[in-house]
């Protein structure tokens, strides 16, 4: 389907602010490409610079170096002027929904549609449509104080699409929401993406959200992209140490020496921890070859996790049975899997 975006070589460097300090690298020598029609997660811990990233997409701030590619045209050197066209295809959301409080619900969604210029029947029949979709269709003349938070960015989702952008930036959209009203929005984003074909560029520090809609994520560390690829190959195969510690936050891996230590105390029997990934696989033929050995397992540590209906994790085991038993058992489970043994 071809590149939306495409960053190349893109750094920003801000000044130093006190005299003999060194000037800050937010964004060092980074290159990323977005298709048309992904969903595409770009993660961080704060600080990484992912926030930085989201804005020179749409040059709210300007980069220092690189190209910054949107539809085929390098926005990095483009007029003001020029960059307001821009802006109308690239839809954004905020953590804190940033509503004009003395307008309305309607009137919040109709904001871009006024500056654009679009007739003030034009204005009503969008806003009507989207609040609609959103499912705030009761809420047109209502106000933001009257809103509970997922309702706030519901509007935010509708403002950001009155213009039809094909492109939505989302930065740390879910982070002021309970985990209830995060998944209703993470949903409405799915539709917006499936039905109207978006393609929405996410910015979070919660594994959670890029696990349930991205398509493909990037990692962010120091101001450099360290890891990208599709969700489920770095969260099934992380092979940086920042990239593993997110999906530590999501799937257990293998324990840790001193989680280890501890398994050791509650549980008697051989220690072994059992990798799966994608349906490649039969967890239940692994299983199997236990019992038939007259090996007793129990499942101790880990847990399996799905993307996209496919199924990765570590499952950590305390085997019970005679040496003889257990090596015979985890020879054949070798054939199916890989297999670690805690020493």
Do not use: W
Not at 43 to 54: D, Q
Not at 151 to 169: C, E, F, N, W
Not at 198 to 204: H, L, N, Q
Request: glycine fraction near 8%; hydrophobic fraction near 45%; aromatic fraction near 6%.
């Amino acid at each position: 389907m071809g590149n939306v975006v495409e960053l190349r070589d893109v750094s920003k460097v801000y000044p130093a602010t006190a005299k003999g300090a060194a000037p800050v690298v937010a964004i060092d020598s980074v290159d990323l490409e977005v298709e048309a029609g992904d969903v595409y997660g770009i993660i961080g811990y704060s600080g990484a610079g992912k926030s930085t990233l989201v804005r020179l997409i749409n040059a709210l701030e300007r980069s220092t170096s690189g190209s910054i590619v949107v539809h085929g045209q390098d926005i990095a050197g483009l007029p003001e002027r020029s960059l307001r066209r821009v802006r109308l295809g690239i839809g954004m959301i905020f953590q804190q929904f940033n509503l004009f409080n003395s307008r309305t619900v309607a009137g919040n969604i109709a904001y871009p549609l006024e500056v654009a210029g679009r007739s003030k029947e034009e204005r009503r029949a969008r806003v009507d449509e989207l609040l609609a979709f959103v499912g705030l269709a009761d809420k047109a003349s209502a106000y933001p104080d009257q809103l509970s938070g997922g309702q706030k960015q519901r509007v935010g989702i509708a403002r950001a699409l009155a213009t039809s952008p094909d492109i939505l930036l989302a930065d740390e959209a879910t982070s002021a929401l309970d985990p209830e009203t995060t998944h209703e929005v993470l949903d409405l984003l799915q539709r917006v993406n499936r039905e109207f074909g978006v393609t929405i560029i996410v910015i979070t520090h919660e594994m959670d959200v890029i696990q349930t809609i991205a398509t493909k994520v990037a990692v962010m560390d120091r101001g450099r992209v360290i890891e990208r690829g599709d969700v489920f190959d770095v969260f099934s195969n992380p092979r940086t140490p920042a990239a593993a510690r997110f999906v530590g936050t999501v799937v257990k891996g293998v324990p840790s020496p001193a989680e280890l230590a501890v398994l050791r105390e509650r549980h008697p029997g051989r220690i072994v921890t059992l990798s799966f990934r994608d349906a490649e696989v039969d967890q239940a033929a692994v299983f199997a070859e236990f019992t038939r050995a007259g090996v007793g397992f129990q499942v101790v540590y880990g847990g399996i996790n799905e993307i996209q209906g496919r199924p990765f994790g570590h499952l950590t085991l305390a085997l019970t049975a005679d040496a003889a038993s257990v090596d015979a058992a985890l020879a054949r489970v070798r054939t199916l899997t890989t297999v670690t043994e805690a020493r």
